[in-house]
């Protein structure tokens, strides 16, 4: 490989570890060509690539991206799996394991995920956990129960404290400052001319004792 294209490799190489999300390092040892195109599909699926590149511009690439924990990982037959940043990591840490337990290939070596080192334990860890979509639909489901609860239970209270108002309105019970309709009420009281009409009974009883008087002086 000519220097130009030894640079461009390298150029390559930090270019998609900045890009990428998480970062696995793997021993490829055994691995024929067709199981490298069955596991580039696999991790296409996952939003992620997988790449050879031999470990001296692997380690100027790191330079260049300032990913130092990658060297540490730069001896023997090194591969690298790049996950993008719209990728699901888990899934693609999944793969790899699976891979390792068809076809007794590609052992986890370490790698980077958020700036910082990984582990061969914290990808077996990643290769364990759920699925991306798997995640985000149980967590909608623990974050969406209470929210349907909730918004139930405050139309259930607002219903409720509008019929309690619309009674307390009802009775007259609220202040005629705080009610409208209560200046309505004042009309009422128009019905209160017609009560001497009903107070002419009182003055036939008065003239009942005039009778009896009557009676006495005959």
Same mark, same amino acid.
């Given at each position: ?77 090194? !591969? ?6 719209? $990728?699901?990591? /888990? +899934?693609? =840490?999944?793969?790899?394991? @699976?891979? #390792? ?43 969406? !129960? ?6 139930? $239970?405050?139309? /259930? +209270?607002? =219903?409720?404290?509008?019929? @309690?108002? #619309? ?52």
């Amino acid at each position: 490989m000519k220097r130009e294209q030894k640079a461009a490799v390298v150029e390559e190489v930090a270019a998609q570890i900045e890009e990428a999300d998480a970062v696995f390092a793997v021993d490829y040892r055994g691995i024929s060509v067709p199981q490298v195109a069955e596991l580039r599909t696999k991790l296409t699926e996952a939003g992620a690539g997988f790449r050879v590149v031999k470990n001296t511009l692997t380690s100027l690439a790191a330079d260049r991206a300032g990913a130092e924990p990658l060297k540490e990982v730069l001896e023997g037959p090194t !591969a690298f799996t790049f996950v993008s940043a719209e $990728g699901d990591v /888990a +899934l693609a =840490a999944k793969a790899l394991a @699976q891979f #390792k337990r068809d076809f007794d290939v590609l052992g986890f070596k370490g790698g980077m995920m958020g700036g910082e080192a990984l582990t061969v334990e914290q990808l077996g860890a990643l290769s364990r956990l759920p699925a991306r979509e798997v995640l985000h639909g149980q967590l909608v489901a623990m974050v969406a !129960a209470p929210i349907t609860g909730l918004v139930r $239970g405050l139309n /259930a +209270l607002i =219903a409720g404290l509008a019929i @309690q108002l #619309k009674q307390i309105a009802d009775e007259g019970l609220l202040p005629a400052g705080d009610a409208a309709p209560a200046a309505a009420e004042p009309e009422e009281p128009a019905a209160e001319p017609e009560e001497p009409a009903e107070a002419q009974p009182e003055t036939e009883q008065t003239d009942t004792p005039s009778e009896g008087d009557d009676e006495k002086e005959g």
